[in-house]
């Protein structure tokens, strides 16, 4: 069974740093694109960075450019997101999900999803 499971949200201050991680089972992980997507209250789900399987690329909103970094450990099939300097915008459910091919803005290129983690910037 394809699953992907986030985890690693929580409440932070402004300022502060958190690390997500997103687990895949039931598909081998370096095989697919990964990206990390985030919905806050109101807002359509957009995404936050890539790291495409394709053409190995990575890919930042310029909301998190400099701040987010993306990485993977294929020998735990995870993938991860440092996010250091977090502002009150930062604030929503961050998802990631997996494909096939190339980094995509569009969620509908996109083939399994996690649960989502709620990540709270707010002092």
């Known amino acids: 069974q394809v699953q992907l499971v986030e985890s690693g949200g929580g409440l932070v201050q402004p300022g502060g740093s958190l690390r997500l991680s997103c687990v895949a089972s039931?598909?081998?992980?370096?095989?697919?694109?990964i990206g990390w997507f985030r919905q806050a209250p109101g807002k359509e789900r957009e995404v936050v960075s890539c790291?495409?399987?394709?053409?190995?690329?990575?890919y930042y909103a310029d909301s998190v450019k400099g701040r987010f970094t993306i990485s993977r450990d294929n020998a735990k099939n995870t993938v991860y997101l440092q996010m250091n300097s977090l502002k009150r915008e930062d604030t929503a459910v961050y998802y990631c999900?997996?494909?096939?091919?190339?980094?995509?803005?569009?969620?509908?290129?996109?083939?399994?999803w996690g649960q989502g983690t709620q990540v709270t910037v707010d002092s």
């Open positions: 790291s495409s399987s394709s053409d190995g690329r990575t």
């Open positions: 039931g598909f081998i992980l370096d095989s697919h694109t």
């Open positions: 999900a997996a494909n096939r091919g190339y980094c995509s803005g569009s969620t509908y290129e996109y083939d399994y």
